[in-house]
């Protein structure tokens, strides 16, 4: 498995699919050809029908300025590699340079084809949680120090700054009000649910404001196209950020704890980016806020010092019943159903944390086996509910 800086990834929103993995892809292809005057990007698939709701074509044209850039969408064709496709090609007078065949392919990152070096390296021997799991219970060591031994110690100066970016969104997102771009109406929540209290608010209500507060501020701030880190893309920033700095700020948990909470989840992260996908145009909304969900259930269970078995059924149960969730992004946007899904999922990852404390040894599903469940299901799910907006929320409701 790839390192977890493959993982989590900071940058702007509002999509690491359509948004960072482009910009990065058209980046690199600028300085393929110094020589050329002007470029073609062919936008297909999933990248066609929703890219002017999540600014392909912002992303792409920015990362290629100051030279002129023709953006082209093609949402007809097929057999593609991979839904969200995308061709670039160099121009220098009139003649074509050069050019790549790009695949988006989630949490930011692309595959250029013919081009295996450009793969990040394996830094992971191990790519399910069994042999996982089965390997710290031999050495006997948490996930954390499994991280540490793969990554080496730098990982930790990186998951600082990771964790930094996550509250900064948080506290940026909360103070911020007003509607978000793109002819929605939608107004920002963030701000709202931190401030307002009922008059005898419960410690329970309290949690689920604040944590909702928090996913929300995150989210908003992907909406509106604010830095934030992928967990593990934009679509799903606002679950482990939420659930994480709610913890912190309940318990007087550490920062240093928190490294080791997104260390194990980052774990659980890049199993489904291994053996799966975090790509809503290929398996659906449950390739990445129940992804986001499983990630967040086992950072809780890791700070709370739980035993491999609870990380495990936490980060199941937030998988599990997230199966069948289909992506349909209203207009293209990142706002609706994306941010409510966001504070919905946090929540979740908690109520997961707190089966896991009472039930894990009853439980008869690995998180490996709902892994594969999911990637079979997004595999079969209908195209329309596989981030086109040709289906669902998106087909239905017309602002």
Known sequence: MESLRELYR?????SSSHTMGPSHAAAL???????????????????????????????????????????????????????????????????????????SVGGGKVTIEGRPSANPPQV???????S?????????????QYVEEC??????????????????????????EGELAGGLGVQRKAMYLNRQRHMDESKETRENRKVCAYAFAVSEENAGGGTIVTAPTCGACGVLPAVLVYKQEQMGFSDKDMRKGLAAAGVIGNVIKTNASISGAECGCQAEIGSACSMAAAALAEIYHMDL??????????????????????????????????????????NALSLANFLTYTRK???????????????????????TSEGGLAKMYRP
Request: one cysteine or more.
């Open 151 to 176: 990554e080496g110690p730098g990982i930790w100066d990186y998951l600082s700054e990771v964790w930094e970016a996550m509250k900064e969104a948080v506290y940026r997102g909360i103070r911020k």
């Open 309 to 350: 078995d609870q990380i495990e059924y936490a980060a199941e149960v937030a998988m599990e019943h997230h199966l069948g969730l289909t992506c349909d992004p209203i207009g293209g946007l990142v706002q609706i159903p994306c941010i409510e899904r966001n504070a919905v999922a946090a929540m979740r990852a908690i």
């Open 29 to 103: 292809f600028r300085t393929e050809y110094p020589q050329a005057d002007g470029f073609q990007v062919t936008l297909y698939g999933s990248l066609a029908k929703t890219g002017r709701g999540h600014l392909t074509d912002v992303a792409v044209a920015e990362a290629l300025e100051p030279l002129p850039t023709r953006i082209l969408f093609d949402a007809e064709t097929g057999g593609l590699p991979h839904p969200n496709t995308m061709d670039l090609e160099a121009f220098q007078g009139g003649e074509r340079l050069g050019f790549w065949r790009v695949c």
């Open 124 to 130: 992971y021997p191990l790519d399910s949680f069994s």
């Open 10 to 14: 900071i940058g702007r929103g509002p």
């Open 132 to 144: 996982i799991k089965g390997y710290c219970r031999e050495k006997d060591m948490f996930l954390w």
């Open 365 to 387: 599903i690995s998180f490996d086996v709902v892994v594969k469940t999911m990637y079979e299901t997004g595999r079969d799910l209908f195209s329309k509910y596989r981030e």
